[in-house]
């Protein structure tokens, strides 16, 4: 299965990165509700690292032969949940870009316009 040496490795790298994201919500780099998706899946990952057991377990179970192809699969399914999270991201602030130059602009025809009859 996994080395020992091969083992510790993975989980000090994934323990590295929970404290990565930690830190940059400590920050205000990353808000909790999108740093949810990275914990989750670094949590699956550290299960999945610490006891092969159950990736085996999964593998056999989805009818696949290695762990590293179930694996893969995995990971690709988790990039591609935090690819639709970042774009629903970006959606969202898309539209809340379009809103405040709306209400930009409807503030500055009114300042124009209050200036506009001072001045006559």
Do not use: D
Request: glycine letters at 4%; a positive charge.
């Amino acid at each position: 299965m996994i080395g020992l040496k091969l083992k510790l490795v993975a989980i000090i790298s994934l323990l590295s990165v929970i404290i990565a994201i930690t830190h940059f919500v400590k920050k205000n780099k990353i808000t909790i509700k999108y740093a949810i998706i990275w914990y989750l899946s670094l949590i699956v990952l550290m299960i999945f690292t610490a006891f092969p057991e159950i990736l085996g377990w999964f593998t056999s179970l989805i009818g696949m032969k290695l762990s590293s192809n179930f694996l893969f699969v995995l990971l690709i399914a988790f990039l591609f949940i935090i690819c639709i999270s970042l774009t629903i991201i970006v959606s969202e602030q898309k539209e809340q870009i379009r809103l405040l130059i709306q209400e930009i602009s409807i503030l500055n025809s009114e300042r124009e316009n209050k200036n506009g009859k001072k001045n006559k």
